[in-house]
């Protein structure tokens, strides 16, 4: 089960650091790291593991959440599904 | 497919362009909370939606949080209340009504519709002292919805219960004029009503359905506008093809919720109503659509074509991504709910005769509809035929939902706030149907229902 963090918004130094800190504290394992720079909007878009994660799926959404409204970015949490349901025929 | 390009556009989709489920919304069956005893038929009532849907607003939360999508709200639709008042005609069908809000309180959902009666062929046991009840009903209540079907292609249109529809509609007014005549607000007359309609006011969970199920009702006319402002040279079919693909893909995240919803509730999955369902909020409207299209105003000529096409592409693109597809599916055009349509209706550029063409060519009828306050029950009741005659010779669904603003007259504004928006009062004609009305009986039903 994978879950799609984005981080959107200005790159500043120590991002990744602390979105996969957060995710270690979960037990949740970083598969794969993207930077896009998309009309304007640079993001950060992290493939993560959430299969053995120890605590229930909404709090690390909230965590992320937290740690965007600290930086001044946005930081979305989604379940892989979703993308894959709106892009596949 | 799991590529930046998808992950960013499906975000900005709901944060920039209002993409959100609209609603889930269970369907539960009260056929078997019939009693004779109207008091013990409401105690049913109340506990078995209570049991059903005690969890409803927990799990719309928890998908939400899982997959980033807003669900805007959580509602319930039943069984028409008038197959439960039939049991006890003795009792006062109010009481029904309360019942509802009980159970809507309890659960937190923001509406129960199915306060209902399906009388399109004639009324049978229950549906007088319900229909008679309306008023009271929504008076009394706050998240209630009503409907009752008046017509249908199989059976025509049954002309007495639309010269009773007009009072009631004016008496629910007058009853809730301190209120911006909200009462009216909540109750649709329809024509070829279909069982499975996630949307308010005219929900209901028809007597086909299981014991109990849950809808979605997507929506996204701001997602489908933004898709339209890359393509300003665009032919139209070019342009209906990128309103396929966007509505497949919101279509599809309707499927998703719906399947998770039905998971999580440990209920089966009804239906997904594709419907594009504007709000007041900025960005979220239908007529910009249509103006996007090339209108420079919604009401203006070419705006019925316009409908036509966009409607016709949401359905294609829509039942692609679903499994089941259903409710009303297409484009909804209400007026006070739509900041483009309220502008149109205060410019004078939208008008009543328009709304009725359009209503030929989309998946709704004349909805939320501000009309004078001195406007005759009868001229309603000729207003709701007119629509019951398009819905019923063109196979599809119509549905009236006026709202006489008692005291105001064209030139002023109600406001309902939240969803419902606000509406300016539209001008309509003077000139008597009733003549007409008062004779009663049925439009007989059209060729087009012999289809055997």
Known sequence: ?89 | MLNAYNILETIRMIQDECLDIRTITMGISLLDCIDTDIDKACEKVYAKIVKKAGNLVKVGQQIETEYGIPIVNKRISVTPIAMLAAACPDGDPVKFAKALQRAADTCGVNFIGGYSALVHKGFSAGDMALIRSIPEALDVTQNICSSVNIGSTKSGINMDAVKLMGQIVKEAAVRTADRDCIGPAKLVVFCNAVEDNPFMAGAFHGVGEPDCEIHVGVSGPGVVRAALTKYPEATIDEIADVIKKTAFKITRMGQLVGSRASELLGVPFGIVDLSLAPTPAVGDSVAHILEEMGLEMCGTHGTTACLAMLNDAVKKGGVMASSTVGGLSGAFIPVSEDAGMIDAAVAGVLSVEKLEAMTAVCSVGLDMIVVPGDITPETISAIIADEAAIGMVNSKTTAVRLIPAVGKKEGDTLEFGGLLGSGPVMPIREKSPAKFINRGGRIPAPMQSLKN
């Open chain 1, 1 to 89: 089960m994978r879950a799609v963090v984005t981080v959107i918004g200005k790159d500043t130094v120590g991002i990744l650091h602390k979105v996969s800190g957060i995710c270690a504290g979960y037990n949740v394992n970083v598969i794969e790291v993207t930077q896009s720079v998309l009309q304007d909007m640079f993001a950060m878009i992290m493939l993560v593991d959430i299969s053995a994660i120890n605590a229930d799926f909404s709090k690390l959404v909230e965590k992320m959440d937290f740690l965007g409204k600290e930086l001044g970015l946005s930081i979305h949490t989604m379940h892989e599904d979703i993308f894959n349901s709106m892009h596949t025929v």
